[in-house]
C-alpha cells in the first residue's frame, strides 16, 4: 500500500482500534486517529512513531460534530485524503 494513503481510526487507544492502527501501519498506511483521552492519544501516537509508522493522532469525541471536523482536518493537515474509515469508537 502505497505511503500516501491514510486510514483514519476511531477509539484508537485500546483494544481493538489499537490493534488495526499498528496492522494499517505495518501494511504502509499513514494513520490518522483519535480518543477521548489526551494522554492515551500521545502515548500511542509515540509508540507508533517508534514502531517506524507515519501517525497523527488528535484527542476528540465522535459524538461533538466540531471534534469530528478538528480531528479530520488534524489528520489531513499534510498531503492527502482520508481513504479509510476505521469506526471503533
Do not use: Y
Not at 490493534?19 to 505495518?26: E, K, M, N, V
Not at 497523527?56 to 493537515?77: I, K, M, Q, W
Amino acid at each position: 500500500m502505497p505511503q500516501d494513503r491514510i486510514a483514519f481510526v476511531t477509539g484508537a487507544t485500546e483494544g481493538i482500534g489499537r490493534a488495526i492502527a499498528f496492522a494499517l501501519g505495518r501494511e504502509g498506511w499513514r494513520v490518522g486517529f483519535c480518543a477521548r483521552t489526551a494522554d492515551k492519544v500521545e502515548s500511542l501516537e509515540h509508540e507508533l512513531d517508534a514502531a517506524g509508522i507515519d501517525a497523527a493522532g488528535v484527542t476528540a469525541d465522535v459524538g461533538v460534530e466540531a471534534d469530528v471536523r478538528a480531528a479530520v482536518a488534524h489528520v489531513t493537515t499534510r498531503p492527502g485524503t482520508i481513504d479509510t474509515l476505521v469506526n471503533n469508537a
